[in-house]
């Protein structure tokens, strides 16, 4: 549950509904699904390289020369 942290399968009532059993918080289970993974995202956030950043090789040639 997004509000209160409770996990249970059963929090999903059907493929569209999603109640916490514990705080009873009620939104669209897609919804809840976003903002779980959002949640997850902000604590293990991947390593990537900068926007716009070049990656360049000495075994890489330029194009016609």
Known sequence: ???CHYIDKRNRKSRNDFECLQCHYK???DYVAA???RDRVSVNKPMVAP???VVTSPHLSRVGG
């Open 51 to 53: 926007l716009f950043s």
């Open 1 to 3: 549950c997004p509000q």
């Open 35 to 37: 903002l779980n993974i």
């Open 27 to 29: 939104e669209m289970a």
